[in-house]
């Protein structure tokens, strides 16, 4: 009997199994309401993100604004040790940073901005499971991802702008992780601070366009890159921006 881990139901997803081993799974699945359970989150999941951001060409970019076209991908998720025993919203929040092995080059970094914008479409329609970790334990996030990614900072407080910090969570890629911290405003979708070491020392932000409403700005200080992404006006945007770069800058 073929054990049905984790790798196996993603490659099962995936149609990626020999028929045999396939028809093994299937029949294995078929008396596993578990794994009945997780390969459904995986196929609403998969049908999420490609239904997140449709081919459509790029439009002729203004004002520095990097119009990105989402980049095919031949499956949703590929790392089964980041995907066990979590739900559909925290494993499309996990595969955030697909392509940040390629961020010191421009278009990787563009290809970059695109994937996590297209995946914060998906996570942001999230209520009950929005963030890992919730506001009330702020103290908490600010050592706990401080010291993932080496970083020691406080919470920005976007209140003047209108937005609730509401938590944060753990992302990863490969074995670089990367601090998410979550917003929300009254009728309105969340937005994330994404914070990551970057191989750039300093850079000004760059606007990134990846349409269906969603703006992203990112810029590298002191080694670290910060991305803000939402559903945001660009003078909005451009707002938020330089809070938090001001909020790092004098923290």
């Given amino acids: 009997m073929i054990e049905l881990t984790d790798e196996i139901l993603v490659a099962y997803v995936d149609e990626e199994l020999p028929l045999e081993t396939r028809l093994a799974v299937e029949a294995g699945i078929a008396r596993d309401p578990v794994a009945q359970s997780k390969v459904r989150d995986m196929r609403e999941t998969a049908a999420l993100l490609r239904s997140a951001f449709p081919e459509e060409e790029p439009r002729d970019g203004r004002d520095n604004i990097v119009l990105l076209k989402p980049r095919p991908r031949s499956g949703f998720a590929k790392n089964p040790i980041l995907l066990a025993g979590l739900g559909a919203a925290a494993m499309v929040a996990l595969v955030v940073g697909t392509g940040l092995s390629s961020l010191p080059s421009h278009g990787g970094r563009a290809d970059f901005m695109a994937d996590v914008a297209a995946y914060h479409s998906v996570y942001a329609a999230e209520t009950e499971h929005l963030a890992e970790v919730p506001a009330s334990r702020k103290d908490h996030i600010e050592e706990w991802l401080g010291a993932r990614i080496g970083l020691q900072f ?3 407080d976007l209140s003047s702008e209108g937005w609730i910090f509401e938590g944060g969570r753990l992302l990863a ?6 601090a998410q911290l979550l917003y929300s405003a009254p009728h309105r979708q969340p937005i994330a601070l994404c914070i990551t070491k970057s191989d750039r020392t300093e850079s000004d932000p760059a606007r990134y366009d990846p349409g ?4 992203v700005a990112a810029w590298d200080d002191s080694g670290y890159l ?3 992404v939402g559903a945001l006006a660009p003078t ?15 923290a």
Avoid: C, N, S
């Fill in 173 to 178: 890629e490969a074995d670089q992780p990367i």
């Fill in 212 to 215: 269906k409403g969603l703006k």
């Fill in 154 to 156: 406080t919470v920005p």
């Fill in 226 to 228: 910060y991305i803000v």
């Fill in 236 to 250: 909005e945007l451009d707002r938020l921006t330089q809070e938090v770069r001001d909020h790092f800058q004098h």
